[in-house]
């Protein structure tokens, strides 16, 4: 059994809230770039140009990349190894988001009651999916989430004779009546499968993975790639303002799911994709 004190979670919390929001991966800087590459759009580049000098701008100058900085998500796996000693696990969590908001002079963006909306005035709580898995060691990601692209989602209980173009249809319209809200050139995250609560679940989950990646079930990485290709085509573009690159990656991510239904979920996030894990 191996113990992790909780304020070596709480310390590694507060760094990653910062970091995640004032720098991006560098899969995803690559991808960006890559993109401006590609693009035959003049205005659709010059956009594209904006967006790396503002990622070089947060990085140096040390402020955010977005001045929604998010609501907190995090994914945690516990190793069934590990004993969390001097605390409790949440309330670090939370207490790191706390610390990491306020001295990281991030935005506060999370009321107390969805109806009320008093605002907490720390960002917390933050939304945790915790897992057990094995091993000894405890795994964090962090994705803060705005909501001009979470707004935009989308989850649709489809039948199962809709099949996969049904499901295909699903992500494209959710990309089409995005548009500019979402903060193009978007990167889509896809649940397929499981139950109404874990398909959307699923679709977040997605978006923690680096662009460029793929499912390692070889049909849904092809339906990655048809997908990416077929929003492309869209022709909303950067900002919304027409262009070759409407999304930088669509990752799905699938589940068992009942004989009757057909769960589907596409999570909307924009050109940042802000996400970062570490292991302790």
């Known amino acids: 059994m191996r ?12 760094d990653m809230c910062i970091s995640a929001n ?6 995803m800087k690559n991808a960006i770039a890559g993109a401006y590459e590609k693009e035959s759009a003049p205005l659709a580049k010059q956009i594209l140009g904006q967006l790396q000098e503002n990622m070089d701008i947060a990085k140096e100058d040390r ?4 001045q929604d900085t998010g609501m907190a998500v995090f994914f945690v796996e516990i190793g069934q190894d590990v004993h969390i000693s001097g605390g409790d696990l949440t309330e670090a969590i939370n207490e790191g988001v706390r610390q990491g908001y306020t001295e990281g002079y991030l935005r506060k963006s999370v009321v107390s009651d969805p109806l009320i909306r008093e605002n907490t005035k720390d960002n917390t709580p933050a939304i945790i999916h915790y897992e057990i898995v094995s091993g000894d060691s405890l795994k964090i990601t962090i994705t803060p989430k705005g909501f001009g692209s979470e707004n935009m989602s989308v989850l649709k209980m489809l039948k199962p004779a809709d099949g996969i173009e049904g499901v295909k249809q699903v992500v494209i319209d959710a990309a089409k009546n995005a548009g500019p809200n979402a903060c193009p050139p978007f990167v889509i995250g896809v649940g397929i499968g499981g139950d109404f609560e874990l398909v959307a679940k699923l679709a977040k989950k997605a978006l923690t993975r680096e662009p460029g990646s793929h499912n390692p079930i070889t049909y849904i990485a092809d339906l990655e790639k048809e997908l990416l290709e077929s929003i492309n085509k869209l ?3 950067p900002a919304g303002l027409g262009g070759d690159t409407t999304a930088l990656a669509v990752n799905i991510e699938t589940y068992a799911t009942h004989i ?3 769960p589907v979920a596409v999570n909307m996030c924009c050109h940042v994709d802000r996400h970062k894990t570490v292991i302790l």
């Open 3 to 14: 113990e992790i004190d909780v304020n070596k979670i709480t310390m590694a919390v507060k």
């Open 260 to 262: 009757a239904g057909l």
């Open 22 to 27: 004032l720098e991006l991966s560098e899969e």
């Open 63 to 66: 402020i955010p990349i977005c």
């Open 235 to 237: 022709d909303i573009g």
